[in-house]
């Protein structure tokens, strides 16, 4: 039987792998590359702050690892607080990378909690629209600000699961349940997922991606854990299409039928 397992499309673009990676916490290059590889992930992402990409001529430059032929690489504005240095920095990323317009939109308000600055966020998505970027925007798990990245026009709109680099999960599943239901873009969980089952859950609610970094670069085997990811968003996926069975609250339900066995005919 064929597996109903539908590429992911964003911009009329189709992508074999709803596992979106980041680049940053490895150890070293030659980890990066193969936890990527791992991964099967076709999106990557990588913080223009902070990666060489290009910018900086005499330093290991990290597309050597992870080839625009081989990955559609996604610029990030990690580090940025305001709308201004956001929309700077992805005008630079579109330079070198030579006219690449998919982007990850990413304001931060809290130095300590890395949590978004929905303002400043929608702020910079207007600009980079206008400007004919394809903008993919980390935000908050708020249903409205969520739809407001969406009508902008955001190709992909990337609500946290929890706060950057915690490894908590999803803390707030009927949040990121409104946003799904009422959205007309993919909606790909960004942040705070720590392992494996948190991947699967995302994907169980009907995210369309997920987009994980610190829980495979911090884990003791980076590149197994990229693969248990991998699994894990397929599952997942799986599962969402399969449709659970309903939850039977006091209520026992055998797995065998009562009927129709060798003892009920007695």
């Known amino acids: 039987m064929k597996e109903p397992y539908a590429p992911l499309i964003i911009n009329n673009k189709e992508y074999r792998s709803r596992l979106l990676v980041g680049t940053g916490k490895y150890k070293d290059l030659v980890e990066t590359r193969d936890a990527i590889e791992a991964s099967g992930a076709d999106i990557v992402t990588v913080a223009i702050r902070r990666t060489n990409i290009g910018q900086n001529k005499d330093e290991p430059n990290i597309l050597e690892v992870i080839s625009p032929d081989k990955y559609t690489i996604l610029p990030n504005t990690a580090g940025c607080y305001t709308a201004e240095d956001a929309v700077r920095t992805l005008r630079l990323a ?19 909690t890395l949590y978004p600055n929905v303002g400043e966020t929608i702020k910079a998505a207007e600009m980079l629209v206008k400007e004919g970027f394809d903008v993919m925007a980390y935000t908050s798990d708020d249903p409205i600000a969520a739809k407001e990245l969406e009508m902008i026009g955001c190709s992909a709109v990337m609500p946290l699961a929890s706060l950057i680099g915690s490894g908590m999960g999803i803390i707030n599943p009927w949040n990121l349940g409104i946003i799904i239901e009422n959205a007309n873009v993919p909606i790909i969980v ?20 997920v987009l994980t970094n610190t829980a495979i670069a911090k884990a003791k ?5 990229a693969m248990a990811m991998r699994e894990a968003v397929h599952a997942g996926y799986m ?13 026992a339900s055998p797995s065998s039928p009562e009927l129709g066995n060798i003892a009920s005919n007695n």
């Open 94 to 112: 579109r330079e070198l990378l030579n006219g690449h317009s998919l982007v990850k939109l990413e304001v931060l308000g809290d130095p300590d």
């Open 190 to 209: 960004d942040a705070g997922v720590g392992t494996a089952s948190d991947a699967a859950i995302a994907m169980e609610l009907g995210c369309a991606g």
């Open 221 to 225: 085997n980076p590149v197994l854990m």
């Open 239 to 251: 599962a969402q299409s399969a449709g659970r069975m309903e939850k039977q609250i006091y209520t």
